[in-house]
């Protein structure tokens, strides 16, 4: 019988206090996995830990902000400690920062590829060798649709997401010998409050132009919610995808497959 149980094994979900992180790190712990999540302050921490509880899961929660190396390897071997040793990880944290290039200044750019693609650097090399040790692992890195596409004002977001994925690859490659899986989700337009800009309700009431573009967009007419991520999540998470490796899954409703509704 094919198995997705991930019964027994430990998750760290990062940047998991709300939104794609939080329904993901829900969908590990309602298929049995212990459940570890982070953000950059405690307080949120704290938050975030009466969400999960309302939901019914034991999360375990650390303030670690991912791109500091020290912060990262401290909250890995706190967890191998009080949880276990990681057996997945979901490479989630990530920002967003919609200017034009002409209008950013390198430092911005910088700030976002730090999160977005070093940090999933820094968090796997952190967990690699207990993964190696064990035998197995499986990694996860949440990508995005630019990750394949361009668009006006997310330059650094658009690099960082490109380049995830071919770290997604290199790792595939470097550490599939060790039985180490390493893929991405590639979720669309996600309803979460980093889209909620593009969301927006116009003063007279109609819809933002950008949230009628995206459903025109795609196939399924309608924004993601966090929770179509979950059955994918547990997927990649799972036994079931033991010989599935360098794969970008989209969760896109269909964008990447279609020219988009004649207007
Ligand atoms: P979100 O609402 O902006 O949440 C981002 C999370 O990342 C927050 O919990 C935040 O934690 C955490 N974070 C940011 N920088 C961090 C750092 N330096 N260290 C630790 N945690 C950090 O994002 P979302 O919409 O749920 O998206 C989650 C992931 O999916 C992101 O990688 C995003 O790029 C990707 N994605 C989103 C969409 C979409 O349409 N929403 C589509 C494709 C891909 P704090 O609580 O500390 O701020
Ligand atoms: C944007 C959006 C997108 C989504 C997502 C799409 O400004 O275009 O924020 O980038 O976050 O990455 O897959």
Not at 207 to 219: E, G, L, S
């Amino acid at each position: 019988m094919v198995n997705f149980s991930l019964e027994g094994k430990v998750a760290l979900v990062t940047g998991a206090s709300h939104g794609i992180g939080f329904a993901i790190a829900r969908a590990y712990a309602e298929a049995g996995a212990k459940v570890c999540f982070n953000c950059r302050s405690q307080e949120k921490v704290d938050k975030a830990l009466v969400d999960y509880g309302k939901a019914g899961i034991r999360a375990h929660g650390y303030a670690c902000d991912v791109t500091d190396e020290a912060q990262v390897e401290t909250m890995v071997a706190k967890i191998a400690k009080e949880v276990g040793v990681i057996d997945i990880l979901v490479n989630n944290a990530g920002m967003i920062m919609r200017k034009p290039m002409l209008e950013m200044e390198a430092e911005e750019f910088r700030q976002v590829v730090d999160v977005d693609l070093n940090a999933p650097f820094i968090v796997s090399k952190a967990v690699i060798p207990g993964m190696k040790e064990k035998g197995h692992g499986k990694i996860i890195n949440i990508c995005s649709m630019m990750s394949e596409l361009g668009r006006e004002t997310v330059s650094a977001y658009a690099a960082a997401k490109g380049g995830l994925k071919m770290l997604t690859r290199n790792i595939c490659a470097e550490y599939g010998e060790f039985n180490i899986q390493c893929n991405g989700i590639g979720p669309g337009y996600i309803a979460t409050p980093q889209t909620a800009p593009l969301r927006e309700r116009r003063p007279d009431g109609s819809r933002h132009p950008f949230d009628q573009f995206i459903v025109a967009k795609t196939p399924q007419a309608r924004w993601g919610t966090p929770e179509d991520l979950m059955g994918p999540a547990v997927f990649l998470a799972s036994d079931a995808s033991d010989f599935v490796n360098g794969h970008i899954l989209y969760v896109d409703g269909g964008i990447l497959a279609y020219i988009g509704k004649q207007p």
